[in-house]
Every structure is written in structure tokens, then in C-alpha cells.
């Protein structure tokens, strides 16, 4: 997996330039690509930058975190959030998880902390497939004559919304797990994770084009919980954020 672009937001200057000296190491596989002292400087930076991660203080002076990250969500900004704050107040963790952050660390933190946030982030993006070398809808790719692979591909295109695992694929063709995993893999040369992944992100395209649907919206339709996941996700396939590839479709009229 390639490295994760993160911008810090922190108004403390040592704090800031703690996060970022604890980033560089090399086991992070993290990028500093900017960094800022408030809210409003913030918006400006990840709005130019567009990276994978945002590390935000809450309390900033001129905007503070809450108020920067809804600012960017108006502007259809798609990243992920870590969220920090020496305040354990409710009003806050609730803010932060309608926000849909990453996490929420309560200050002082352990560098420690911070770094297993991002190594739950980073494990979420690869959880179960690698999509680096996917770059086309799999069905276009796919000539099957195995007919538990016909019956799942079209599994798949009947339930792509709901929450599908290889246990619920070789429940539905009442065959051992291992053995639809190893047969899935054999006949498509993708691992059903990939497959599915894969080809709810290129439903997601589809639906992207009307440009009535929110990002969230149509993340939800095709079977991600997490909308800041689908975005991340949707980037690395499509090379684009959903908002980018919603407004060039929209100015293309297509």
C-alpha cells in the first residue's frame, strides 16, 4: 500500500511538530504533506491537497476543528479525521461521530495512541484485497463456466447492497468456505473481496453521475457503512475523490 498523505492541524506548535517528527518514521508509511496552526488555514490546505488522512485539534483559534471539517464536507472535500482535544465533554465525541472521524484521542495522548489509530485506518483500507492492480469493472474481464461462479457473480450483482462475506458466498452455493475462496480465485483470478469491493465502487460511479445523490447517499447504496471508507476507496480505484469524478461527469453532461 502506498503511503498515506496526511495534513496536521494543531495550534500548539510543539504538539504539531510532535505528530509530524512521530509520522516520518518509516514504519508509519505516512507523507506530511502540510501542516497548519487553525481551522480556517486548514480548509484552505486539505481543499489544495486533498490527502488521505487530516490530524485536527478540536479547540483552534479563527475555526476550530468541528466547524473546519464541516466546512470541508460542504465543499465535498472526501478524507478521513483524527480528531484531538483535551476536553471530554459529550457535545464533542458527539460532533466528532456524526462527523464520521477515524478516531478522537483526548489529550495529552501517547504518540502510541496515535499510531495505532493509523494502524487500524491503514488495516481498513486493506482489509481483505489488494486493489492497486484493479482498474477495470471485473465483469467485463470475467469468462466463467464454473456454475458456482455464474451463480455467485450474479449473487453478487442481486445483493451487492448487503453486508456479503465468503461465509455468506459459500453458504448461498452450500459449499465449504476454503473451497469457494481457492475456486473464486482459480476462476476469476480475483479474491471474492476484491470482486465485490470492486464492483460496488463502479456501481457507485454509476449512481455518482446523478448529481442529485450525496457522496453518503450513494455510499450507503452500494453497501458501505462508512462514507469516508467508500471515498477512500473510490479514490485509489477511480484515481479521483467521488466529488471530483461527480463534477467532471456533471460539466461533461454526461
Avoid: W
Wanted: include cysteine; charged fraction near 30%.
Amino acid at each position: 500500500m502506498e503511503k498515506l498523505k496526511v495534513v496536521v492541524v494543531e495550534d500548539e506548535y510543539y504538539v504539531r511538530k510532535g505528530i509530524i517528527n512521530a509520522l516520518v518514521d518509516e514504519t508509519m508509511e505516512c507523507e506530511v504533506v502540510g501542516e497548519s496552526k487553525n481551522g480556517e488555514e486548514g480548509v484552505e490546505i486539505i481543499e489544495r491537497l486533498r490527502p488521505d488522512l487530516v490530524i485536527a485539534d478540536i479547540e483552534m483559534p479563527l475555526m476550530n476543528g468541528i466547524e473546519m471539517v464541516k466546512m470541508l464536507k460542504s465543499k465535498h472535500v472526501d478524507t478521513n479525521y483524527i480528531f484531538l482535544t483535551a476536553h471530554q465533554r459529550f457535545t464533542y465525541v458527539h460532533s466528532a461521530l456524526r462527523l464520521e472521524v477515524v478516531d478522537y484521542l483526548l489529550k495529552p495522548f501517547r504518540i502510541e495512541e496515535l499510531k495505532e489509530c493509523i494502524k487500524k485506518l491503514k488495516a481498513k483500507l486493506n482489509e481483505n484485497f489488494d486493489i492497486s492492480e484493479l482498474d477495470t469493472l471485473p465483469d467485463k474481464n470475467i469468462t466463467v463456466n464454473n456454475k458456482y461462479i455464474k451463480d455467485i457473480l450474479k449473487y453478487v450483482r442481486d445483493n451487492y447492497k448487503n453486508d456479503i462475506s465468503n461465509i455468506t458466498a459459500a453458504n448461498f452455493l452450500d459449499i465449504n468456505e476454503a473451497y469457494f475462496c481457492r475456486l473464486f480465485k482459480k476462476e476469476t483470478g480475483y479474491t471474492f473481496g476484491q470482486y465485490l469491493t470492486h464492483y460496488r465502487i463502479h456501481v457507485g460511479a454509476e449512481l455518482l453521475k446523478n448529481f442529485d445523490l450525496r457522496v453518503n447517499e450513494v455510499a450507503f447504496q452500494v453497501g458501505f457503512s462508512d462514507s469516508n471508507y467508500f471515498s477512500l476507496i473510490f479514490k485509489r480505484i477511480m484515481k479521483m475523490t467521488p466529488s471530483q469524478y461527480q463534477n467532471i461527469k456533471y460539466t461533461k453532461g454526461e
